[in-house]
């Protein structure tokens, strides 16, 4: 690029809501990149004006080397660092390279109209998301902005939320905001019907119905929330792995052995940027470990092939969970040579196989060594007594 890319946030009211500064950014540019709606918002003057092609993503790197030597102007929605172009396009482009012009976003806005503190809504973003997103965020008494991909979308998370058992959530569609035609509409999820603009928020302000499951997002999901084969780490050894691995924002996990995929999936519930890898060679699993992934929520990377082989071209991994096939040659060795200076390596077992192989690991890298024992009360004649599950024990190590 020669000069700075300018980028221009505009609402929906166009041309006339804009700053001087982004109306004089918008008059001296050579070049103005945008849809084809938000170029329609501007008047034409002696710049060329360019639609993005579809998809963007494959072409925006092409297009600006094209048009590099003349000043360029991309018009954003709102505030284009959240969720926006701005962001793309600083991190191809560099920051010194991206000059950026915000204008109030959908979600400030929405907010405004609301009356919610900003600083205590959960932001979601359905646009080029799937629909799913939204489940771990849907907990009671908690306020959801959420960002639509289109007319459909209010339609499909208000049946998302009634199938949930939030059907008495307040729901709000917030249409053309900043503009003249804005409109906002308000009922119950489950009340919902109306046609909407393609330009549109949606505001909820959770409410559980009676018996609605909580789903939270700490470690420790009810069994039942998973479909399974029996291959399902139990809820309480799964609470304890979890505190092991220890989930950080924007880190990555293999799950080898994925079986359910219990551990990959609230690993990826900890937090929006948490990414998981799971391992499985059994076919029938993984599809079954997708639909738990997609039915709570979060996108879980799956691979459907037998360690250590499978794991030879996956991303570098910040902590590895072993809940299967530790015992075969090669396993454990590659995924701690695999595994990064800092990271967690977990290995649970219930076999004396699994425990004659962690004991020998353990005498050698050390680490932390438990075995957890559960108890669950159960009907014995006409009283309760105690009946134990399996002991687990778990073996965890930092590299």
């Known amino acids: ?82 969720h926006g172009i701005g962001t793309t396009l600083t991190r191809l482009l560099g920051a010194g390279a991206v000059r950026v012009i915000p204008h109030p976003s959908s979600v400030s806005l929405a907010c405004a109209r609301l009356g919610w503190p900003q600083d205590q809504v959960e932001v979601i973003s359905l646009v080029g998301h799937p629909l799913e997103l939204v489940h771990p965020q849907v907990q009671p008494g908690r306020r959801l902005v959420i960002l639509s991909w289109g007319a459909h979308t209010p339609t499909e ?18 249409e053309q905001l900043g503009s003249a035609d804005e409109r906002i509409r308000t009922s119950s999820a489950r009340d919902w019907d109306g046609d909407v603009d393609p330009l549109n928020v ?19 999901l009810p069994d039942d929330a998973y479909e399974s084969d029996g291959q399902l780490t139990k809820r309480e050894v799964r609470a304890v792995t979890l505190s092991r691995l220890a989930p950080v924002p924007g880190q990555l996990l293999w799950d080898v052995g994925g079986g359910a995929g219990s551990i990959a999936i609230e690993w990826s519930r900890h937090h929006p940027t948490c990414r998981a890898v799971a391992i499985e060679r059994d076919p029938d699993r993984a599809k079954r470990l997708d639909r738990n992934a997609v039915s709570l929520g979060v996108v879980v990377r799956t691979v459907v092939g037998a360690a250590p082989e499978a794991l030879a071209e996956l991303e570098t991994p910040d902590a590895v969970f072993v809940g299967g096939g530790g015992t075969v040659p090669g396993v454990l060795e590659a995924c701690w040579q695999a595994l990064a200076p ?27 060594l438990v075995r957890l024992s559960v108890q669950r009360a159960s009907p014995v004649g006409g009283m309760t007594g105690w009946r134990p599950a399996m002991p687990v024990t778990i073996w965890s190590v930092t590299k």
């Open 1 to 82: 690029m020669s000069e700075p890319l300018v980028v221009v946030g505009v609402g929906a009211d166009g041309w006339h809501g804009l700053s001087p500064a982004a109306r004089a950014a918008i008059e001296g540019a050579e070049v103005l990149m945008g849809s084809a709606r938000q170029l329609q918002l501007v008047p034409d003057g002696a710049s060329e004006k360019i639609a993005w092609p579809s998809p963007l993503s494959e072409s925006l790197p092409g297009l600006l080397a094209t048009h590099g030597a003349r000043r360029i102007c991309v018009l954003a929605s709102g505030d284009p660092t959240f």
């Open 202 to 220: 949606i505001g909820v302000l959770c409410q559980a119905d009676p018996g609605a499951p909580l789903l939270s997002t700490s470690p420790g």
């Open 342 to 368: 800092g990271g967690r390596l977990v290995m649970n077992g219930v076999t004396l196989e699994t425990e004659s192989l962690i004991a020998r690991w353990y005498a050698e890298l050390g680490g932390d």
């Open 157 to 174: 998370v208000a049946g998302l939320l009634t199938e949930r058992g939030y059907g008495g959530s307040e729901f709000i569609v917030l």
